[in-house]
């Protein structure tokens, strides 16, 4: 689970509420102050203020997956955490995580091996995936089950995620196992 | 989202007069491929011919949308936002059954972040009065953020005079079982006489039965030499659909512009002006992305009203979701049913008789038949069905991918198996001779192979604690088409291409289809297309659900875009001094068929246009050869569509788990447009007819009414961890029915799945498995091994 911490980091969690307060965020390396309720989880955080709407929510309860982003590089389910629990830990959304106009290998994989139907669970697992290669390259096909066991999709595109994943993965020059 | 575009269309060519014949490919692709004549009308495009003399249809091209999906800029319903926009949250009955006698808003109208406020439940109005299931809409509320919304939901009062209730099926059959429904509230059926009929008798909460036959049942159990009966039982699923239901309603003095989450943007729009009195032109509905449906976004809904309703008081945009909770107790669901299917059978497997009795629930509404697979599917002379909707005090079910089939072929198909076991004939041998359809014989023949039919053991065999099985199921879906369907195809002076269609694309591949199918007629490649759809400003679309998409839509855009190609090629005739008809669209150039080095690229000739851009419509023409059947808007091709799934399982017969290893899908629609996206959406299927068999169960509290795994952590559904190895075979089987001779296959992809792994289940452990879903409780009973308990799980 998370822990909050302060601006100092200190580990106190911040006073404010119930009205709006302010809130500042790094999403994808640019830091930005919102004013949001405290009630505001970081997934609604991103969706509304910061107007990042690539993040879904499906379940709002840590069931799916959908909501998955990265702190500080750490795949996490965005519904389950607050904004105000945030602090300095960066964030990275989906939107951060091409280079441009370059997708991310793992996006392009999806694209090319069709991991991708209605896409609403999409970009929860393209998060997901990406995370495993950054820390596993040339991840097996169980691998990959693995990092993506507590996403749903209910349009059924596991077999291509997986396969796009290890597509991805075998094409990076890793040295991993 | 798409912006407000109107197509340029310039009238069509003039149309030569008399319809003239044509020479279709027909057949099954490496079987028996032929030929047939069919008369067409004289605006029809040229026979296409078979996927391997194209170059864009039949390739697994890339969604063309799939870069906009991985990247999250793809926009849905939820992510729609407007200046002003407020949030709508609905209340709902903590009660399964209850009387309004007094609802008081007005303490959340007086809050100052409160816009609008509806009572849905007047205690005044009989019609509103009652409550019937948990989760039944009693107000809504718009306010400034949802949060505001959902505390102002909280200072509503209501009076509610509980009602008795009942909460099962089985209980609700009794006599002197409390009554769900009384005289104003009881459903009148489905027009359209399927799958539940108007005017059907109601006994208590009993409505049916609904009766369908031929020949005589009687004679037919007479003749039959042997006879095998079964009961079968299938629970409630839900759609589950990761987008929740949303709308985003915009009302204005000019008019109403709705973002919905939709499968049926057109529907909805006639909805909407019946509803509130508009113009149909005043009403404009349109979704980009869309998080899937599944048969539960067909229609407007009361939630889709409230919004509509709550933007016209607060003079405000309102967007509403639904949360899971609601997701799971009022978006629709996927009845459940019980059935007893009777087969008399000659020694030889011929059929003399079927009979089917089946009870099914789909709450408080109707639908809950077993659809035609029964009727349908195998030959025999003598058939009945009669099926009965019980009424329970549960949220109303819909259509859901292969509705009645589903839980038909689950029935159906394990009472096949049983027939030929009590014959001594392979499953296979009995198909063969009972079933005419000679695409599933070829698809049979295929799977056998691809699973290792020959490998199959006698059931019960496997020595260890894990036991394999391998098992085989049908799956008969009927090939819709929806007339009311038209697209709009237009090139530019710069020669790029748009077309244009209120068709949505829930995930299916609309938009690549839709790409493909214009790309091949002007010899461009599918990325070069834009592809303009869901809205109602564009020219009808079709609903997506029914599996009729593509076979709605692609005719006519492949024909818009051949007449827009026409007109280019007669302007480019006179630059290049040569008849339009030697011309032929290649790579981006209109080039001449007997001599391709001279030509002109499209851009060159759209650039000599003397408008901005030509265009053309088209609508969705009948089928060559005609129809099986017509009923308004929607129609019946005359062959239905199929496939026959194989499934090879292990079931720990000490822990009562079954993993299913392998499926090998085998199926038909008519010309396949995308190997790529087709796999992906019988995977789909697969996965979501496993699920159902193994995961999924909606469960009512009976003390209290409500659901209680409302969420997805609770309700099941088959993760990536529960995924087999699924090999998917699709066959190319030309009829010559239309300008691209293509149909659907979400529907016909689901309906196999849950009877093959049961099939394969009895395969391994000898005992059947009858009721779904197939929880390790529910086996370890079968087995022996648990204490008589409850067949929930
Ligand atoms: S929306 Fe966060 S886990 Fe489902
Ligand atoms: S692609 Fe639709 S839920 Fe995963």
């Keep these: 689970m998370a822990q909050s911490r302060n601006a100092d980091g200190n580990g106190v969690p911040p006073v404010g509420g119930p009205g709006a307060v302010s809130l500042a965020l790094t999403v994808n390396d640019i830091t930005r102050t919102v004013r949001a309720e405290p009630r505001l989880t970081l997934a609604e955080a991103l969706r509304g203020p910061l107007g990042l709407t690539g993040t879904k929510i499906a379940c709002d309860r840590g069931a799916c997956s959908a909501c998955t982003v990265w702190l500080d590089g750490v795949p996490v389910c965005s519904c389950m955490i607050l904004a105000i629990e945030v ?22 994989a999806f694209v090319a091996h069709d991991a991708v139907q209605c896409g609403f669970c999409t970009p929860g697992m393209v998060m997901s995936c990406a995370a495993l290669l950054a820390h596993t390259k040339q991840p097996s096909a169980d691998a990959v089950t693995a990092a993506i066991s507590g996403h749903l999709c209910r349009c059924g595109t ?8 290890v597509a991805a993965g075998a094409e990076t020059k890793g040295d991993g196992p | 989202m798409t912006d407000e575009v109107t197509p340029e269309v310039a009238p069509d060519v003039a149309p030569d007069v008399a319809p003239r014949v044509e020479t279709f490919a027909a057949g099954i692709v490496g079987v028996k491929l032929g030929t047939v ?15 391997d003399q194209l170059s864009v249809i039949g390739q697994p091209v890339p969604r063309v949308d799939g870069r906009a999906k991985v990247t999250g800029a793809m926009r849905f319903t939820v992510d729609v936002a407007m200046p002003g926009m407020l949030h709508a949250r609905i209340l709902r009955s903590p009660l399964p059954h209850a009387r309004v006698r007094r609802v008081d808003s007005s303490a959340a109208a007086r ?26 809409p009693v107000a809504a ?20 005079a509980p009602q008795p209730f009942i909460a099962d099926m089985d209980a609700a059959r009794a006599p002197g079982a409390p009554s769900v429904h009384d005289a104003i509230s009881l459903p009148a059926g489905h027009p359209s006489g399927w799958p539940a009929p108007q005017d059907l008798p109601v006994a208590g909460n009993v409505r049916g039965p609904a009766i369908s036959g031929r020949g005589d049942i009687a004679t ?64 404009r509905v349109v979704v980009g992305g869309m998080g899937g449906g599944f048969g539960s976004k067909s229609s407007l809904g009361t939630y889709g009203y409230l919004a509509v309703a709550l933007s016209r008081a607060a003079g405000l945009p309102v967007r509403l979701v639904l949360d899971r909770e609601e997701e799971q107790t009022d978006a629709g669901n996927r009845p459940a049913t019980w059935q007893t299917v009777r087969i008399g059978a000659r020694r030889d497997g011929t059929l003399t008789a079927l009979s089917v009795v089946s009870y099914g629930t789909a709450g408080v509404a109707v639908g809950a038949g077993i659809g035609n697979f029964a009727e349908q599917t195998y030959v025999c002379p003598n058939f009945r069905a009669m099926q009965h ?43 063969d001779r009972i079933d005419a359809s000679p695409v599933r014989r070829e698809e049979r023949r295929i799977g056998a192979a691809r699973i290792g039919w020959g490998q199959r053991h006698a059931p019960g065999a496997d020595p260890g604690p894990v036991k394999r099985g391998i098992g085989m199921a049908q799956s008969l879906w009927m090939a819709n088409v929806h007339l009311n369907a038209a697209c709009a195809v237009r090139i530019v002076r710069d020669g790029s291409v748009t077309v244009m269609s209120g068709i949505q694309d829930i995930g299916t591949g609309t938009r690549t289809v839709l790409a493909q199918t214009v790309a091949e007629v002007f010899g461009l490649r599918a990325e070069d297309i834009v592809v303009r759809i869901g809205d109602t400003d564009f020219p009808a679309g079709p609903p997506s659900y029914g599996s009729r998409a593509t076979a709605s839509i692609t005719p006519p855009a492949r024909t818009a875009a051949w007449h827009v190609l026409r007109q280019l090629c007669s302007e480019a005739a006179r630059m290049l001094n040569v008849g339009a008809d030697d011309l032929i669209a290649r790579e981006g150039r209109l080039i001449v068929r007997d001599d391709p080095a001279r030509g002109l690229a499209l851009a060159e000739v759209a650039a000599r246009l003397r408008t901005e851009g030509i265009g053309a419509v088209a609508a969705r023409s009948d089928d060559y050869g005609g129809f099986r059947r017509r009923m308004g808007d929607a129609a019946l091709a005359q062959q239905d569509l199929g496939g026959v799934q194989f499934a090879a399982v292990a079931v720990d017969t000490e822990t009562g788990i079954v993993r299913v290893e392998r499926v090998v899908a085998v199926q038909d629609c008519g010309r396949p447009i995308n190997p790529l996206l087709l796999e992906s959406q019988v995977q789909g299927g697969v996965l979501m007819g496993l699920s159902y068999a193994l995961f999924e169960n909606r469960i009512l509290d009976q003390a209290t009414g409500r659901m209680v795994n409302p969420n997805l952590e609770q309700y099941k559904l088959a993760g990536a961890a529960d995924s087999p190895e699924i090999d998917v075979v699709i066959l190319e089987n030309y009829q010559g029915q239309s300008a691209t001779d293509a149909y659907g296959i979400a529907e016909p992809a689901n309906i196999a799945t849950a009877p093959a792994i049961a099939n394969a289940v009895y395969n391994a452990i000898g005992v059947r498995p009858r009721s779904l879903p197939m929880t390790p409780a529910a086996i370890l009973h079968l087995l022996g091994k648990s204490p008589a308990g409850s067949r929930v799980s």
Excluded at chain 1, 90 to 103: K, M, S
Excluded at chain 2, 142 to 158: N, Q
């Design chain 2, 141 to 160: 509320v718009a306010a400034v953020s949802p949060g505001a919304a959902e505390e102002a939901l909280r200072l509503i009062h209501v009076d509610y």
């Design chain 2, 111 to 136: 809050l100052p972040w409160v816009r609008a406020v509806i009572v849905v439940a007047r205690p005044d109005d009989p019609a509103h009065a009652v409550l019937r299931y948990v989760g039944a």
């Design chain 1, 158 to 165: 596991y077999p291509h995620v997986i396969a796009a994943t």
């Design chain 2, 220 to 283: 037919g159990f007479a003749q039959a030499e042997v006879i095998v009966e079964g009961e079968y039982r299938t629970e409630v699923q839900t759609h589950c659909c990761l987008e929740p239901h949303a709308i985003v309603a915009d009302w204005r003095a000019d008019g109403l512009t709705v973002h919905m989450s939709t499968q049926f943007t057109a529907g909805v729009r006639a909805e909407l002006a019946e509803a509130f009195n508009l113009p149909l032109s005043r009403v």
């Design chain 2, 37 to 51: 004549a069919r008369q067409i009308a004289p605006d029809e495009p040229p026979p296409l011919p078979p996927n």
């Design chain 1, 87 to 108: 602090g300095q830990r960066r964030v990275t959304t989906i939107e951060g995580l091409a280079e441009g106009e370059r997708l991310h290998p793992v996006q392009a």
């Design chain 2, 389 to 431: 909707d019980v009424f329970i005090n549960a949220g109303p079910g819909c259509a859901m991918r292969g509705p009645g089939n589903t839980p038909g072929a689950f029935a159906l198909e394990q009472a096949i198996d049983d027939l030929a076991e009590r014959l001594a004939l392979d499953p296979i041998a009995l198909r």
